[in-house]
């Protein structure tokens, strides 16, 4: 590590602050890599290479990250219940007759988001019942057109006998 200043510098700053337990909660809180990068001075790359490098973050950043997804998942759900909310509060305080107090394409928009954001939770908590068939692959094998293929494919091969001159 001696010829790499910004790795070492970098390592040494999570160190202080903290080192696993430091980054394991930055994570948690809703802090990324980018971040991350950002407050050290680092491009994004290089820290997530840093931090992949060594095995103690490496193992910290996968935990995080499966915990994270978790509180991502409900800050999405947050977020839909706040625009609902302030809309729904909007058309309350607009003047009746309004165009604000009625429904709008806006009003359909965050009911589809809020629904598809339940769909996506729904999935990812229960493959099982609700996963979709997005990992699956379909095939369809038309064998006609597989024959025809071959067909084109084929060489005719002629049975002339070939004349050997040789000399005893």
Same mark, same amino acid.
């Given at each position: 590590m001696a010829g790499r200043p910004k790795r070492k510098a970098a390592l040494a700053t999570i160190e202080s602050n903290g080192g696993v337990q430091y980054l394991t909660e930055f994570l948690l #809180? %809703? %802090? @990324?890599? @980018?971040?991350? +990068?950002?407050? /050290?001075?680092?491009? *994004?790359?290089?820290?997530?290479?840093? /931090?992949?490098?060594?095995?103690?973050? #490496? $193992? $910290? /950043?996968? =935990? $995080? *990250?499966?915990? +994270? +997804?978790? =509180?991502?998942a409900e800050a999405g759900f947050e977020i839909m219940r706040r625009l609902r909310n302030e809309r729904k509060e909007e058309r309350a305080n607009a003047g009746p007759g309004s165009k604000t107090a009625q429904l709008s394409v806006l009003d359909v928009s965050i009911a589809r988001e809020e629904v598809q954001h339940h769909r996506f939770i729904a999935e990812a908590w229960n493959q099982k019942r609700y996963g979709s068939s997005k990992g699956q692959t379909q095939i369809t094998v038309n064998l006609g057109d597989m024959h025809l293929d071959a067909l084109k494919k084929m060489k005719t091969i002629k049975a002339e006998p070939k004349v050997i001159d040789h000399e005893e």
């Open positions: #809180s %809703g %802090g @990324t890599i @980018t971040q991350l +990068a950002v407050e /050290l001075k680092l491009d *994004r790359g290089y820290l997530h290479r840093i /931090l992949k490098d060594h095995p103690e973050y #490496s $193992a $910290a /950043l996968e =935990a $995080a *990250r499966m915990e +994270a +997804a978790d =509180a991502h």
